[in-house]
């Protein structure tokens, strides 16, 4: 065994030697963590789809007048876009951000990936604990149309969580209905100088290769620390077969057309990336009502006169 590792490359000696095939070829992430995660996974509690409680209401030029009574509601169904591992929770502004990986319509069909990250810590748990949670997820076949919809319910749902669209090929479409209706979107950041420089334009562009290598190697960076939670086992089993492929980071076969994906991959790649961009997430304090500041009145009022002397 030790003369074989002197005269063979690592490749071979773990592929032909070690029968370690996890590791053979070129993986972007350490496939033996990935493999752990995987066996970490849990079943989501809920799969369903969103719906409007309030619905949207337009005026005649096409703009949405009641944004802030829009209110979404989860309806169980097993053949449903969304499965959830936990439903929204908390006061906490800008606790939740979502990302979208958008179908890019390849001959061997790929899908659309959405997913929603909890960005605080629950009650009770100690804040050198906490790890981001991915807590609901969004995959399936929709149309451009469709998915605007959903991703506008999704950040709805999830407390108007910031969003993340990708405005690459038919994004673009994705992004231009969400405009019209929904403000919290991330915008392009553009890398040309060491760092990143936010532009106008809204939604992340993949198709920059520079770009997808930082986001990928950002969540195999998180991957290898531990960085976050994910019990989503379809995002740990595309994380095999995503490989460096002379310098194309894409699912294995990819553009060979084979039917390998990597929309979950992609998916979390930015909304990691995106996590650690955005403003950090705060409780809103409760607004001290009229009836509020009368009845503080009122019980300091009756304590002063119980602490008073009798004399008096």
Not at 78 to 106: N, T
Not at 216 to 227: A, E, F, V
Not at 267 to 273: C, G, P, T, V
Not at 298 to 309: F, K, T
Request: aromatic share 12%.
């Amino acid at each position: 065994y030790d003369r074989q590792h002197l005269e063979r490359e690592a490749d071979d000696i773990a592929e032909n030697i070690d029968c370690s095939y996890l590791t053979t070829g070129n993986p972007v992430f350490d496939v033996l963590i990935c493999d752990q995660r995987l066996r970490d996974c849990k079943e989501p509690i809920e799969i369903g789809n969103l719906y409007w409680k309030v619905k949207p209401v337009y005026d005649e030029f096409g703009n949405v007048v009641n944004k802030d009574q829009l209110e979404v509601g989860f309806l169980k169904n097993y053949a449903g876009l969304y499965k959830i591992w936990e439903h929204p929770v908390g006061d906490w502004q800008d606790g939740y951000c979502i990302s979208a990986d958008v179908a890019e319509g390849l001959e061997q069909g790929d899908f659309n990936s959405a997913s929603c990250l909890r960005r605080f810590p629950k009650q009770g748990q100690h804040t050198e604990d906490f790890k981001p949670k991915v807590v609901a997820t969004l995959h399936g076949h929709v149309r451009p149309e469709e998915y605007r919809e959903e991703l506008w319910k999704f950040a709805v749902y999830y407390k108007m969580a910031w969003l993340a669209p990708e405005r690459t090929g038919l994004g673009l479409s994705v992004i231009t209905g969400l405009v019209e209706v929904y403000q919290k979107l991330y915008h392009k950041e553009v890398i040309t100088k060491g760092y990143a420089e936010t532009t106008d334009k809204i939604g992340w562009d993949t198709s920059n290769h520079n770009v997808k290598k930082l986001i990928c190697t950002n969540l195999s960076k998180l991957i290898s620390h531990n960085g976050f939670e994910d019990l989503d086992e379809g995002f740990w089993k595309e994380t095999f077969t995503f490989v460096n492929d002379d310098g194309k980071y894409e699912a294995q076969g990819k553009s060979r057309g084979e039917k390998c994906f990597d929309d979950r991959v992609m998916d979390r790649a930015i909304l990691l990336y995106v996590n650690e961009n955005l403003p950090a997430p705060y409780r809103k304090p409760e607004e001290e009502t009229y009836l509020d500041r009368k009845s503080t009145r009122l019980n300091s009022s009756h304590v002063s006169e119980s602490r008073m002397p009798s004399s008096a």
